[in-house]
């Protein structure tokens, strides 16, 4: 076991890790923070993505051990105060929420995308969801929507 | 075992890491015999019986109509046409939980479609009352029909009787590919007899199914091959042969479309040759040949209702210029090559014809006004309870959001099959909105003996019920259920059961625009227009949402997705890094054209959507690549490498691709 320290959301916590957990397992088991989804555990669906100081990542493929000292943000830490994040509120006026399996993890990628770009292109959106397979809904209502969002 | 996938232990620990520590332990020693891969193999070699009545799995024949004299201006196409193993895709894998109390009462959480149907296999197999199976629906991340028959949960439910403690089983995605059920590899040979102004005459279809090592929901799966073409089009005669053939491959089971997309993709693949042959527009041959409003469709017996089909590919070539680009593509010789196609599709509204489709619910006001619906929904991501909340608040002019709606819990909500077979919108939708009629008459009768004026001067207007004609308030909902507890002795709930009257056809025509790059065999689909008659539209985003994610699931099945087996009869992609489905930049922008109209018994119009937009998606886009290259090719998927090898049926079409191959 080894003790790490990181924030999740904004909390910090210090945890005791085994050196083979994964992040996923992190942040559903021991956190509870179950919104991070698992689709494949080899990082081709994006169902698991979070955002690690301000990059998407696939957290089936990070060991636990690696966010040492690093800032976290999961679908739990969108929104505040019971208010939803402008990606979410557009995800639901754009209908971009079928089955929601892969909701979490395409909000957290287009997160990542809109800290570092805030006015993309389609393309450019495209490109920062490809890692996030969605069987339901054919994308074209999760791209406008992360386009509308990105207009505020 | 009988197949690369199948079940040897269960083994079940005190946590996920212990179970697979123990499961590494195990040492299984395998004596290999020959396998049969395909049905070829299987239906040839009668001494090897993969079950213990053969291989051939189930056998039907449907013959319908009148041959026509043979007239002498007739010509006969012949085609056949490959579908293949297909993995469903739903992006959360296969899971449940089980326990079994001190009571004797055995309860499972499962995602699954129906849990009618597990209560019912459990009861039986482990011998207990119906009333001591409670099988309860959990929130569902994707199913398009992987997740409608009974799964894992009798594995799971024994383990929890033998321990008397709770037991979950979460499948990894390896063993919801090769150990769920797939979508059935078919081939079919189609043999038309068409006259030379392009009627339909003669239609004779065989076709074959490889259901896998188990039989499952092979036949009736089989047989629907038989039932969708005649809701399409017009034939004077029309026979259809097939069999389901046991493989050792893994189970085949039911899939989104059941049947459809695999008989409608050789049929319109099979049209385009006839229209080639004839030297038409596939368009104009189609509109000569397709079902018109209320047709009978001889091998059901049964009207295919405001059937819009006609009207789908009339608007949608407008739409999608398909005269112009259909003229202008398809002459490219240089490495891109640019084609369009089209393709119709036909599906249906439910199981009326085939068994009794019946649904029951409990509706009732609370105090407050807000609602209750008790309903044994079982919503897989297609807004199936959101569209039970927009009809109940449609009859009873209420904000769809006071309105709380169940799934299905065998110990609570009344019964139902299941959502799947493209009958919820049109038959549980029904029951959502006579069971609404019905509490509002209740409630038009209870204010009408509060008002001592009759139920016909009365009508619900936001909320409230008013008397016609004045400009008054009225009374609030909140009031009259208030009221209907404390002073009169009763409550504002109602118990329906809704059987369906009817099973028309929904309908989709969708045109596609495809570049092949003739150096490295790729397709990219560059255009799509999905059209489709599903009646009146209850949720546009979540409509137009089921075609666009409809048209994901058909480019794949087109161009890329297959679960392989190779020789020794081991699954090839197994895993999402082999298995490919198609991601975001790769997708079109898809555009949906809805025919709207009410002509049908589904709640306000409404028909069904899930099934039928993923119908004939994978033939719009082999048709278009045929066009690009001049082609006739229909082994699917088109993979590079068939694009590849394609018989240069367009001379010089392939040197640029032998170039770089070489």
Redesign the interface.
């Known amino acids: 076991m080894m003790l790490i320290q990181f924030k999740v959301n904004g909390k910090s916590y210090s945890i005791d890790v085994c050196p083979t957990m994964r992040l996923l397992d992190l942040l559903r088991d021991e956190l509870g923070l179950t919104g991070t ?6 990082g ?2 994006g ?1 698991c993505t979070v955002i690690i100081d301000g990059e998407a990542v696939n957290s089936c493929l990070v060991l636990a051990s690696q966010v040492r000292g690093k800032e976290i943000i999961t679908v739990e830490g969108l929104g505040e105060d019971g208010k939803l994040d402008i990606l979410q509120q557009k995800f639901l006026e ?3 929420v ?5 909701t979490p993890g395409m909000l957290m990628s287009a997160k990542a995308l809109l800290m570092k770009n805030p006015h993309p292109t389609e ?1 450019e ?3 920062a ?15 406008a929507a992360v386009k509308d969002a990105a207009k505020g | 075992m009988k197949y690369v996938g199948d079940r040897v232990a269960a083994v079940v620990a005190t946590s996920f890491a212990a179970a697979m520590e123990a499961v590494s332990l195990i040492d299984v020693e395998y004596e290999e015999l020959p396998a049969l891969l395909t049905t070829e193999a299987a239906l040839e070699n009668k001494e090897a019986k993969i079950q213990p009545r053969g291989n051939l799995a189930h056998e039907y024949e449907v013959d319908a109509g009148e041959v026509p004299s043979m007239a002498d201006d007739c010509i006969i196409v012949e085609s056949e046409t490959q579908t293949q193993r297909t993995h ?6 296969h899971v449940c939980i089980a326990d079994y109390d001190s009571s004797g009462k055995l309860t499972v959480w499962t995602p699954t479609q129906g849990v009618f149907g597990v209560r019912t296999v459990l009861a039986e197999l482990f011998g207990l009352s119906y009333s001591k199976v409670r099988v309860i629906k959990i ?4 199913s ?1 029909g992987g997740k409608q028959e009974y799964l894992f949960e009798p594995v799971t439910s024994f383990m929890a009787m033998e321990l008397k403690r709770p037991v979950k089983l979460l499948l ?2 390896e063993e919801c590919i090769i150990h769920t059920r797939v979508r059935p590899a078919v081939n079919t040979k189609i043999k038309t007899v068409v006259t030379k102004s392009g009627k339909l005459q003669e239609f004779i279809a065989d076709s074959t199914l490889d259901a896998g090592a188990f039989s499952g929901s092979a036949p009736d799966y089989a047989r629907s091959l038989s039932l969708k073409v005649t809701k399409l089009y017009r034939i004077p005669h029309y026979k259809h042969t097939g069999r389901a053939v046991y493989t050792n491959t893994v189970k085949s089971g039911g899939a989104r479309g059941w049947a459809a997309p695999e008989i409608i993709t050789a049929t319109e693949v099979h049209m385009d040759q006839v229209a080639r042959r004839l030297k038409m527009d596939p368009v104009e041959f189609r509109l000569q040949n397709l079902v018109h409003p209320y047709d009978m469709d001889p091998v059901l017996n049964l009207s295919v209702g405001d059937a819009r089909v006609i009207e789908c590919l009339e608007k949608g070539a407008e739409a999608f210029r398909w005269k112009e680009r259909f003229s202008d593509c398809g002459k490219d010789q240089g490495r891109y090559r640019r084609g369009v196609g089209v393709a119709c599709g036909a599906h249906k509204n439910g199981m009326y014809g085939g068994f009794v489709d019946c649904t029951s619910m409990v509706l009732k006001m609370n105090e407050d006004g807000s609602l209750n619906l008790n309903a044994s929904l079982h919503d ?4 199936t309870t959101t569209a039970m909340k927009i009809i109940v608040a449609e009859v009873l002019d209420i904000d769809p959001d006071l309105i709380t709606v169940t799934e299905a819990d065998t110990e609570l909500t009344g019964y139902d099959p299941g959502c799947y077979g493209s009958r919820v919108t049109y038959n549980v939708g029904a029951c959502a909105k006579e069971t609404a009629e019905i509490l509002k008459d209740k409630i038009l009768g209870r204010v009408s003996f509060i008002l001592q004026k009759p139920k016909e001067y009365l009508k619900v207007e936001n909320g409230h019920v008013v008397t016609i004609g004045t400009d008054q308030r009225g009374i609030s909902y909140k009031e009259i259920a208030e009221k209907a507890v404390q002073e009169n002795y009763t409550d504002l709930s109602v118990a329906h059961t809704y059987y369906s009257p009817s099973n028309p056809g929904s309908y989709s025509v969708q045109f596609a625009e495809v570049i092949v790059d003739s150096a490295t065999g790729l397709t990219r689909v560059t255009d799509f227009l999905a059209v489709g008659d599903v009646g009146r539209v209850l ?4 409509v ?2 089921q ?7 058909g480019i794949g099945y087109a161009l890329c997705e297959e679960v392989k087996i190779d020789d020794q009869g081991k699954p090839v992609n197994n ?3 082999k298995y490919h ?1 198609v ?3 790769d ?1 079109p ?2 555009k949906v054209l809805l025919i709207e109209h009410e002509g049908d018994d589904g709640p306000f119009g409404a028909k069904s959507v899930g099934e039928i937009s993923a119908v004939p998606t994978a033939a719009a886009v082999i048709n278009a690549v045929n066009h690009a290259l001049g082609t006739s090719l229909s082994e699917l998927p088109l993979t590079p490498e068939k694009i590849l090898d394609a018989p240069g049926t367009v001379p010089g079409a392939f040197l640029g691709s032998k170039m770089h191959r070489g």
């Open positions: 989804k698992e689709g494949c555990a080899e081709e669906c169902a754009h209908s971009a079928e089955c929601g399996f892969c393309e959106i495209r490109l969801i490809a890692g996030n397979l969605c069987r339901c809904s054919g994308y074209s209502q999760i791209v | 469903h895709g739903a992006l959360e894998p929130p569902t991340g994707g398009f990894d995605r897989v991501g297609c807004g949720n546009r985003g979540m137009e949402g075609f666009q994610g409809a048209v994901q699931m895993s999402f890094k489905m991601n975001a930049p997708m922008d898809v």
